[in-house]
Nanobody
Framework: QVQLVESGGGLVQAGGSLRLSCAAS????????MGWYRQAPGKQRELVAA???????NYADSVKGRFTISRDNAKNTVYLQMNSLTPEDTAVYYC???????????????WGQGTQVTVSS
């Protein structure tokens, strides 16, 4: 019902920056939240950042102060600006969409294909 198209992944050196984009299409009225998860080899998938259509955000502690999530509701697009990248940020990053009912309740049911982010030292 909702399709997510990601872009912006790639290779960057430690200390550098990268911006990911995710555009949603389809049954947009069924979602009010979009976000980013990541999964590194040997690690569980973890939330990186999420945002509602009203601007409420949620960040993983490991990225606070370095990453910023933003939105353009008119374009049905969410962005993840990643600064001060370290090799520990290397992972496959997945765009997600769904609904949020409170600051602690995020239900993501649609997923993008994933984009590789590699940070070299």
């Amino acid at each position: 019902q909702v399709q997510l198209v990601e872009s912006g992944g790639g290779l960057v050196q430690a200390g550098g920056s990268l911006r990911l984009s995710c555009a949603a299409s389809g049954s947009i009225d069924s979602i009010n939240a979009m976000g980013w998860y990541r999964q590194a080899p040997g690690k569980q998938r973890e939330l990186v950042a999420a945002i509602t259509s009203g601007g409420r955000t949620n960040y993983a502690d490991s990225v606070k102060g370095r990453f910023t999530i933003s939105r353009d509701n008119a374009k049905n697009t969410v962005y993840l600006q990643m600064n001060s990248l370290t090799p520990e940020d290397t992972a496959v990053y997945y765009c997600a969409a769904g609904r949020s009912y409170s600051s602690t309740q995020w239900a993501f049911v649609y997923w993008g294909q994933g984009t590789q982010v590699t940070v070299s030292s």
